[in-house]
């Protein structure tokens, strides 16, 4: 069993920054492929970044490319995303999830086996 705490979400004004923190239990944080997806009011979930195990590969939606990052630290078994130039567009609920297993395609939430709560990211025009 997998646990997911995800912290960092905020009221920001448009142009600002915010990081997101996904804490994860368990033993083996380091093999699991680690994903951020959105969802806003009256929206389907969406995904945002992902990055593999190893950190070798990372993806990003095309919406926040060159502004959110992804990362991840082993040692805390912890994964971050990194979000500058923040629009009312990225106003959303953000959920972090683990993908345990290789099936799937990464980008889908359908891969990923578990999920945290979500945190509420509002941007203020």
């Known amino acids: 069993q997998v646990q997911l705490v995800e912290s960092g979400g905020g009221l920001v004004p448009a142009g600002g920054s915010l990081r997101l923190s996904c804490a994860a239990s368990?033993?083996?944080?380091?093999?699991?492929?680690m994903g951020w997806f959105r969802q806003a009011p009256g929206k389907e979930r969406e995904f945002v970044a992902l990055?593999?195990?190893?950190?070798?590969?990372?993806d990003y939606t095309d919406s926040v490319k060159g502004r959110f990052t992804i990362s991840r630290d082993t040692a805390k078994n912890t994964a971050y995303l990194q979000m500058n130039s923040l629009n009312s567009e990225d106003t959303a609920v953000y959920y972090c999830?683990?993908?345990?297993?290789?099936?799937?395609?990464?980008?889908?939430?359908?891969?990923?086996?578990?999920w945290g709560q979500g945190t509420q990211v509002t941007v203020s025009s």
């Open positions: 999830a683990a993908r345990t297993a290789p099936r799937g395609v990464l980008r889908y939430a359908s891969s990923y086996d578990y």
């Open positions: 368990g033993r083996t944080f380091s093999s699991y492929t």
């Open positions: 990055i593999t195990s190893s950190g070798a590969i990372t």
